[in-house]
């Protein structure tokens, strides 16, 4: 069963606005991924931030970790219709090497 | 190649039929995974080799299910009397090394229609 509890489910804003996407997680990690999903595609890795860092930043992306409530949070700003995709979280547990995602957000961006 | 390669992109097969699903991972990656993932939904981890060594099997379905990578490259999923409930899309992802904190790269998948 799945892991990680995405929130929301669908998420459909204009291009320049930003979009916020949450994660929630039961057990303890290593560290806490996010990946990227086109229809009919496989997953892009586009973030990684460890267990002992709170905050990380990449491009247009923003990652946040709260060890203590078991959450994440994935920040685009100033996005674009090329964003449309579905976007998941995944936790490395501890002492194991498999990733466990959550249910995903599907983000539309209209232009 | 440069990613993750998996063959073939769609399979359909009637209940009752084996199938071999097959991936190639980025050269020299270590370690390599399989997830199922159904409809609209995250990926579910499957198993999980390094090397050839397959050291976390947790997560196959039933004794149907069986994956190998004899040489430590190329692995293949292997479903026995496929079950209707089988159907999903299988995807197959590789890391360079052992070490956790590290990306997944994943193929574009296999298709799997039971009919």
């Known amino acids: 069963s799945q892991q990680g509890e995405e929130d929301p ?7 320049g606005e930003n979009a ?45 970790l709260d060890t203590s409530k078991k959450s994440s949070s994935l920040l685009i700003t100033a996005s674009r219709a090329a964003d449309t995709a579905s976007y998941f979280c995944a936790g490395m547990n501890t002492g ?16 | ?51 050839e060594a397959q050291l976390d099997k947790s997560g196959l379905p039933s004794d149907r299910f069986f994956a190998e990578r004899p040489e430590g490259s190329v692995s293949t999923l292997k479903i026995q009397r496929t079950q209707q409930e089988d159907s999903a899309v299988y995807l197959c992802a590789s890391s360079q090394d052992t070490n956790s904190n590290q990306p997944q790269h994943f193929g574009d998948g296999t298709r799997l229609s039971i009919l």
């Not at chain 2, 993932?37 to 198993?47: I, K, V």
């Open chain 1, 9 to 15: 489910q669908a998420l459909s804003i204009q291009e």
């Open chain 1, 20 to 64: 916020t996407m949450n994660c929630s997680y039961k057990t303890s990690i290593n560290n806490l991924q996010w990946y990227r999903q086109n229809s009919g595609r496989g997953l892009v890795h586009l973030i990684l931030i460890r267990s002992n860092e709170r905050e990380k930043h990449s491009g247009r992306l923003r990652v946040t």
């Open chain 1, 96 to 111: 194991f090497q498999k990733l466990v995602f959550g249910t995903g957000t599907r983000l539309l961006v209209s232009p």
């Open chain 2, 1 to 51: 190649g440069a990613g993750v390669s998996q063959s073939p992109r769609y399979k359909v097969a009637k209940r009752g039929q084996d199938v071999a699903l097959r991936c190639d991972p980025i050269s020299g990656h270590v370690s390599l995974f399989w997830y199922q993932q159904a409809l609209g939904q995250g990926p579910e981890f499957l198993t999980y080799f390094q090397n």
